[in-house]
C-alpha cells in the first residue's frame, strides 16, 4: 500500500457503528483510499483492521454501496506487481454530501420528481 495510514490516523476514525445514529447526510468521511477508478470512502473503523464506508470498484457507480473492508486486503492488492491502493494521507474530514462519487453512486439520489426538496439530493437511508 502506499501511504499507508498510522495508527493515528486510524484511532481519529470513529469506531465501528459509532455513527450510526447520525443522519445519512450528517454522515463524515474520514479517509479514502483509491486505485485508478476505484475508491473506499471510511466512516468508521475497528481501528486495527476492519472499516465501514462506501465502496466503488473500477468505477462502476451503478454497483456501488455501503459496506465493510479490510484495511489488511487494501494492502494486499496489487496490479501487476506496480500499482497499489493509496491512502490519501491529505484527505480532509468533510460530509457525505460534498462528494460528488458518493451522490453519482447512489448514496444520494436525484428526484426531479420531490417538489419539497426542489429536485435537489434525496438520500438513501443506511439499513441496519
Not at 491529505?90 to 417538489?115: A, H
Amino acid at each position: 500500500m502506499f501511504n499507508t495510514p498510522t495508527e493515528a490516523q486510524l484511532a481519529s476514525i470513529p469506531g465501528l457503528y459509532q455513527t450510526e445514529h447520525i443522519a445519512t447526510e450528517d454522515r463524515l468521511v474520514y479517509a479514502h483510499f483509491h486505485l485508478f477508478d476505484s475508491h473506499w470512502f471510511i466512516l468508521e473503523s475497528d481501528g486495527i483492521d476492519t472499516m465501514f464506508g462506501y465502496c466503488i470498484l473500477n468505477g462502476d457507480l451503478l454497483n456501488s454501496g455501503y459496506g465493510y473492508v479490510s484495511l489488511t486486503d487494501l494492502q494486499q492488492i496489487n496490479v501487476l506487481g506496480q500499482f497499489e491502493v493509496e491512502f490519501d494521507p491529505y484527505w480532509e474530514t468533510k460530509p457525505i454530501c460534498e462528494i460528488e462519487l458518493i451522490r453519482r453512486g447512489g448514496g444520494i439520489v436525484v428526484d426531479p420528481r420531490d417538489e419539497k426538496n426542489g429536485g435537489d439530493w434525496k438520500w438513501h437511508i443506511l439499513q441496519n
